[in-house]
């Protein structure tokens, strides 16, 4: 009896000993230096090592101690980026891409007075070579125009708005993998020459920069010639010539008005909305508001790193709670998508980059000595670009989506024996054929052998958004 109370009281001094260890390393993990006292601190310093972990992949058990499988998957999406793994159709030939791309991850948009400062290049990544070869090659650029913009970001850090090293290898992988399915003709597509623009944002031109030397980690001649458009342009209205639509700036209104009275009318999601900015205010140097994506923006900086998340008075915001955010936004963007205010916003947004897209693509179709550099096209920008791009063209609408999110526009010929000459299209988002759930491909077969005539597309483009653009625009 007694070998066994003296065994239990060393167990629990071992407990507590493990514990109160996590509360000194806690403290200066964080810079304090100062021991904490107090369960409630014990346990939010054991809670924080269990955050901690959370990205190792040789612990991924501990994944599970907050959050179950599925959740874990859902959390990952947002954080990670997509894949592109789609295997190409024998006896296809490629004419043409034009590519959308999502920056990679990149720090809140929200300044955090206590963020995780440290968001490190993490080691398990499949291009460790690639990543810092690539690194020492362009940290030594620095770009002469007025911009002034830096090659890569910081090989550490969460800077307000900016790429992290994180964000840097999801496109080295992404331009790897779309090297892949480019093949060995689509690589001489890439070179010095090849268009390539970016909005006015270092967090999308390091992007672009990222995604070209994936592309072809042969290139040596850095930096690479990158468009980048005004301030202020997101969708490449500039390019497109369509900036002077009016009426998009009264939608614009109007739909900030719809999404804030579907949040409303929900009372528990605007008392959670509620409660996780009350524990963000104290760590966050302005207010947010209390549109649910504010939230969702500063506690993903935490979860893409595995980091704890933010408290206040012994109280943590967990990783579920973050994703009950995501549920929301999910939730409300399901509603969105049926109402026309957003369809119409959409249109005003995005008829003009799918435009220049369509005539990209027309141009390859019709002339048969397209030169190489005109047959591959990269637009580096945000999700505010995609969506409405993915919307106007009949897809569910969206509030967030993952980091590195992509829509790859591609044109092809059938080389088979007998076939004919036309030219087929296809849209890959996210590592997904969607072609079929294109408007303009409702009504065709959506089997997998099925394909889809570049023609109707290029129509669909140039009458029916065309109309639609016009009557919104007020022309």
């Known amino acids: 009896m007694r070998v066994t109370l003296l065994r239990l009281v060393w167990i629990v001094g071992a407990i507590a000993a493990v514990f109160f260890a996590f509360s000194i390393l806690g403290n200066y993990r964080h810079g304090t230096g100062k021991l904490r006292y107090g369960v409630s601190d014990i346990l939010n310093a054991a809670r924080f090592y269990t955050g901690y972990l959370w990205n190792v992949r040789r612990g991924a058990w501990r994944k599970k101690l907050e959050l179950g499988a599925e959740d874990y998957r859902r959390l990952e999406y947002y954080c990670e ?60 650029f620095k770009k002469s125009k007025e911009e002034d913009f830096h090659l890569v970001p910081q090989r550490s850090g969460c800077l307000n708005g900016q790429l992290t090293s994180k964000g840097v290898i999801q496109h080295l992988e992404l331009g790897a993998a779309v090297a892949k399915r480019l093949g060995t003709d689509g690589r001489k597509w890439v070179s010095d020459e090849t268009p390539v623009y970016s909005t006015f944002y270092p967090r999308t031109y390091q992007s672009a920069m990222a995604f070209m030397q994936g592309l072809d980690p042969s290139h040596r001649s850095l930096p690479r010639n990158i468009h980048l458009t005004p301030a202020g342009d997101h969708m490449f209205c500039s390019v497109a010539k369509t900036c002077a639509c009016d009426g998009g700036r009264n939608l614009t209104d109007q739909f900030y008005k719809v999404k804030t009275d579907l949040l409303h009318q929900d009372s528990q999601r605007l008392a959670l909305v509620g409660r996780l900015r009350d524990i963000l205010a104290t760590h966050t140097e302005d207010p947010l508001k209390e549109w649910p994506a504010h939230v969702f923006d500063v506690l993903l900086q935490f979860a893409c790193h595995g980091k704890r998340m933010p408290c206040l008075d012994g109280t943590c915001i967990s990783y579920s709670e973050l994703l009950d955010v995501i549920h929301i936004l999910e939730s409300i963007a399901a509603q969105l998508t049926h109402h026309q205010v957003v369809k119409d916003l959409s249109v005003s947004d995005a008829y003009g980059l799918l435009q220049v897209i369509a005539d990209n693509l027309d141009k390859i179709a019709k002339e048969k000595n397209v030169e190489d550099k005109d047959r591959f096209t990269l637009f580096s920008a945000h999700d505010s670009t995609i969506v409405p791009v993915m919307h106007s063209l009949g897809l569910p609408f969206h509030i967030v989506i993952p980091y590195a999110s992509f829509v790859l526009f591609e044109l092809y010929t059938d080389v088979s ?15 997904e054929d969607v072609t079929s759930r294109i408007s303009c491909f409702s009504q065709q077969s959506s089997s997998e052998t099925a394909r889809f005539p570049f023609v109707l597309f290029k129509d669909f483009v140039d009458n029916d958004l065309k109309s639609r653009y016009d009557k919104v625009c007020n022309y």
């Open 81 to 140: 980026g997509p894949k592109l793994e789609l295997p190409r159709r024998v006896n296809e030939r490629l004419l043409g891409v034009q590519l959308l791309i999502r920056h990679g991850d990149r720090g809140a948009l929200f300044t955090v007075k206590d963020s995780p400062s440290d968001c490190p290049y993490e080691e398990e990544h499949s291009l460790p070579e690639t990543f810092l070869s690539y690194y020492t090659q362009a940290s030594s």
């Open 417 to 431: 024996d007998g076939a004919s000459e036309d030219v087929y299209f296809r849209i890959i988002h996210n590592g």
